[in-house]
């Protein structure tokens, strides 16, 4: 019999539901480059409707909606986007907008729940008057819910002032929204609501939501319609992806529902994690799916304690040199939330008393730091 694997690596995790994959067997297809899949269609304009936009695509991943976002909105050479210091975009996906866009990042620093303190984001915008000299703003991107910052949600008070200034300084805003219904959920305001102020969204639906493969992005008619010709010039023009569409489309039908539950396991787990006495873990703090938490004691680093977990079937991933991520989603039950806190237990003491001889690692738990 095949041993359980507890993976809280993170919710890009999840298999494809058994209604998921009968969607995709099911699936009326076409070809979506040469013309339109069916599918497809049908799921960007659900999307579409659900996050009060003009129009949507799929994309098939995150950092693709990102980097044709950034791109659609900075496509003057000599552009500049402000964005967040631990954004997603600065930190995980290679400098993409500067690498393949010639995009130039102003980075305003985090704050501990995700934002960017709205005077340090108006003292980033370049003065038109330095055309000769400086880069051009043009964009602005937010995160919500913000991975790097523990999972915290952006208010729609935030998202709404921060979507004023952009306005009144003639700039775009962005979100990064992979787990924008995360943010949704756990604020009680609902998803086009929270995305108001936005031009564009990034959606990921293959995280929290549970879909196998892919993103959407949503925006103005306009602004989709130059996005589609960015996403071939990237090699992301697919041929039958109604396949994809159809689960995507059952992840939101089926998962947006169970994300209360992962923000609840989430606390449950931060709240174990606390009575470890090793461990700083700020528990009030959890707002989504993520725990992150800090070792105290320097017997018992995050890639050590990682190992220890695996040799458990408990997967994990270090955040930083002293700490490590846990990441809920809905395959994760509460029965093995606290097998995890069981074996995380046991670990801890193993590495105090020094005795743990590391196997070779077998699935790169620890091959992979989720930290920057
Ligand atoms: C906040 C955020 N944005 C974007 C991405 C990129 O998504 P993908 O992994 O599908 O490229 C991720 C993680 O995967 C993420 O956590
Ligand atoms: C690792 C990172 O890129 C991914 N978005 C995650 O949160 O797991």
Redesign the pocket.
Known sequence: MVAKVVDL????VTKPSEAMRAAMAAADVDDDVLGADPTARRFEAEMTALMGKEAALFVPS?TMANLVSVLVHCDVRGSEVILGDAS?IHV?ENGGISTIGGVHPKTVANNPDGTMDIDKIVAAIRHRGGALLYPTTRLICLENTH?NCGGKCLSVEYTDKVGEIAKSHGLKLHIDG?RIFNASVALGVPVDRLVKAADSISVCLS?GLGAPVGSVIVGSKAFIDKAKILRKTLGGGMRQIGVLCAAASVAVRDTVGKLADDHRKAKALAEGLKKIKQFSVDSASVETNMVFFDIMDPRISPDRLCQALEQRNVLA?PASSKSVRF?LHYQISDSDVQYALTCVEKAVEELLKGGTKFEHLTNGATK?S?GH
């Open positions: 690596r993170s919710d890009t995150g997603h995980y991975a992979a995280k991933m990441v992979h989720y």
